[in-house]
């Protein structure tokens, strides 16, 4: 399988502050999904986006969360006030119309 | 809807002895399955997927799963570990083929190979 590139690999900062995370997209994938694994808990899904659009999200993905893909470049998931218990792997996964998942490396971000 | 059950939360074998991590899931629909493996610090590696093709799927490392719908099972096994095996395994489902369709992980099972 192809890999997924994951920018930064591991990020640090503040509680309150916003961070984005980005994910170098695969030329023929089209769909486009960020999952979440806190420390020692399982991977959790919170967003899947299609055609420059949302097509599910989780009740994880509130408002402090955003998701989009500025001039069809990278992909990017964006926490405008970081939380104490959004400390986590975050990983972008793409996938083709022709079946295929690809999973980034994933971003470590961890608030202080 | 959809889950997954991994059994067991941690497995320790002895190197070279067999591979058994259990995985029950719940679907609606004929799911697709997969197993994932994190090595520490790692992103997530596919190691098989199935997509209603053949029952017994074989994937990299020379791991293996069967598919038994009877039992709502897709077990993961390998006729010997092997000490880079250590990692964290993840079964997942997916409601079917369609790109679009999210995944569902398990719980994980942490596997330990002792020399």
């Known amino acids: 399988e192809p890999e997924v590139t994951q920018t930064p690999s591991h990020q640090v900062t503040q509680m309150g502050q916003e961070v984005i995370l980005r994910c170098v997209p695969i030329?023929?994938?089209?769909?486009f999904y960020w999952y979440r694994q806190i420390l020692g808990q399982k991977v959790e899904f919170l967003v899947s986006f299609y055609n420059n659009e949302i097509s599910e999200k989780s009740e994880i993905f509130d408002d402090q969360f955003s998701v989009e893909r500025p001039d069809g470049s990278n992909f990017t998931l964006k926490i405008r006030s970081t939380k104490l218990e959004d400390s986590a792997m975050y990983f972008c996964k793409q996938a083709a119309s022709n079946y295929g998942y690809t999973f980034g490396s994933g971003t470590r971000l961890t608030v202080v | 809807a959809q889950s997954v059950t991994q059994l067991d939360s941690h497995v320790s074998v002895s190197e070279g002895t067999p591979v058994l991590l259990r995985c029950n899931y719940s679907?609606?629909?004929?799911?697709?399955l997969f197993w994932y493996v994190q090595h520490p610090n790692k992103g997530l590696q596919l190691l098989l997927k199935y997509t209603s093709a053949a029952t017994l799927v074989k994937g990299i490392n020379g791991f293996e799963a069967e598919f038994k719908k009877s039992e709502t099972s897709f077990h993961l096994t390998k006729p010997s570990a092997h000490m880079s095996d250590a990692a964290e395994y993840f079964c997942?489902?997916?409601?079917?083929?369609?790109?679009?369709?999210?995944?569902?992980f398990g719980g994980g099972t942490r596997l330990m190979v002792k020399p």
């Open positions: 679907s609606s629909y004929s799911p697709s």
């Open positions: 997942v489902v997916s409601l079917s083929q369609n790109a679009g369709n999210m995944l569902t």
């Open positions: 030329s023929n994938h089209l769909y």
